[in-house]
Every structure is written in C-alpha cells, then in structure tokens.
C-alpha cells in the first residue's frame, strides 16, 4: 500500500472514490455531486501551491482519497494553518494502516508547508466519536463544531 500525492492522469481512478465519500457524506442532503465541477476542482486542486491531493494505492487499486488547504489564519496572517478537507478510505481499506498513512501524507505535508497548526474534520456521522478517539491519540484537541442550514 502507498500513498501518493494524486496527479491530472488520476481522475479516473480518483472520481469513483470522491462520488462514494459524498454519498456517505451528510453534506449529500444539501449539496448535490457534479462529476464536471469535482473534475474541475480536482485540476485547480492538483495545481495549487496551496492544495495537497493524494491517492492510497494497494495492488495498483485505489483505495483512499485526501485533500488538504494551507492558508493564512485571518486573525493573524503570520501563522499559516493547514486544514483536511475530504478523507476518505473505501470500507474493505479501513484497519490495515491506510488511514494512518494519509494523516502521516497531510501532516508531513502541512510541515512542509510551514503550517503552525492542522486541522482535520469528522463527519457527523456513526463514525464521529471513533474519529474523535483517533485525532485524540494524535494529540489533537476538539475546538469547533460546523453547523449547517440552507440559505437559499
């Protein structure tokens, strides 16, 4: 099993995995899938200095999928902060080291980057106290809940 940084010749193998982590998601409720916009943002995404992407491969089969933004902190544009945006590992994937190899990708990464901090989501799901305990263990801290509504 490696984990990679994903490039443009990805796509297809990066696309089946981003439509199952949406569909899995809450966020489906609210915000529809487009194969066209994820395509365009996975292009701007793998280009962007501030962006990291990155696909787990077993046996030259995609099984993860991550994706990371560094940015300045508002408050204090002196300290820069990198944030996990998508994670996702296909069921048969998760408990064999995968996981453990895309945070070890992203937090390398956020190093390198120069990021004071990192920050990873849970979704609110059955899943979201088991996260918890993971990020716990990795010396994270609990410090915000996201809350939804429509505005529209």
């Not at 995995?17 to 995404?45: M, N």
């Not at 048969?92 to 070890?104: F, N, P, S, T």
């Not at 990020?135 to 429509?150: A, H, I, L, N, S």
Request: with cysteine.
């Amino acid at each position: 099993m490696i984990v990679r940084p994903a490039t443009l010749e990805d796509l297809p193998a990066y696309m089946p995995l981003a439509l199952a982590f949406h569909a899995a998601s809450p966020i489906r409720q609210a915000i529809p899938f487009s194969v066209e916009g994820f395509a365009d943002f996975y292009t701007a995404a793998i280009e962007s200095q501030n962006m990291g992407v990155w696909l787990a491969e077993h046996e030259g089969q995609a099984i993860g999928v991550c994706g990371a933004l560094v940015y300045p902190m508002y408050f204090n544009p002196d300290y820069w902060v990198a944030q996990e945006l998508w994670w996702w590992l296909t069921p048969e994937a998760r408990g064999h080291g995968a996981g453990k190899a895309m945070y070890d990708a992203i937090d390398a990464w956020a190093t390198e980057k120069g990021a004071s901090a990192l920050f990873m989501i849970a979704l609110e799901d059955e899943r979201a106290s088991k996260m918890e305990k993971l990020y716990v263990r990795q010396g994270f801290q609990p410090m915000e809940r996201t809350f939804y509504k429509e505005v529209a």
